[in-house]
């Protein structure tokens, strides 16, 4: 999937986070102004698409563990919840990780330079440190469900 931020018949775009959508459009428009094209690679996403998503994970990568790396739980995913961007091309992605801050727009793992979510207090405090990969993210950790639940 290759579509703009302005694509409001996607329901990978239209159901992002309000919040989010609005600053990748700000972000959209000027990095436009500066010739670069921003595109939704991955937005939001289905439980049903997510887990698709995971079990292809395991089966390149050879394990839960080692898919964890790139792909959450549709639990825990951050897409599903409507909070996380994939932006392309390889040009948008590298425009968003100089300029997205301004728009409270940051980088989250650092082995995925597309992956963006919102992060208000950037705009004045600059992007949080980067996980190495999801798999370090504490938010991206199953709850454990009790016996008998």
């Known amino acids: 999937m290759r579509v703009t931020v302005f694509d409001d018949e996607i329901p990978a775009v239209v159901n992002l986070n309000p919040d989010l959508l609005a600053a990748l459009r700000r972000a959209a428009t000027d990095a436009a102004d500066d010739g670069v094209e921003l595109l939704v690679n991955g937005g939001w996403r289905s439980p049903e698409y997510q887990r698709r998503l995971l079990r292809e994970a395991i089966s390149k990568y050879g394990s839960a ?3 964890a790396r790139w792909v959450a739980a549709p639990e825990t995913s951050a897409h599903v919840r409507g909070e996380a961007v ?14 997205g801050a301004g728009y409270g727009l940051c980088q989250i793992y650092r082995n995925e330079p597309w992956h963006y979510e919102l992060r208000p207090d950037a705009v004045d405090h600059g992007c949080p440190p980067m996980y190495a990969d999801p798999s370090h993210d504490p938010r991206l950790r199953r709850k454990a469900t009790p016996r008998g639940a």
Not at 86 to 99: R, Y
């Open 65 to 67: 563990e080692a898919a």
């Open 86 to 99: 994939d932006i392309g091309p390889v040009g948008g992605a590298a425009w968003l990780s100089e300029h």
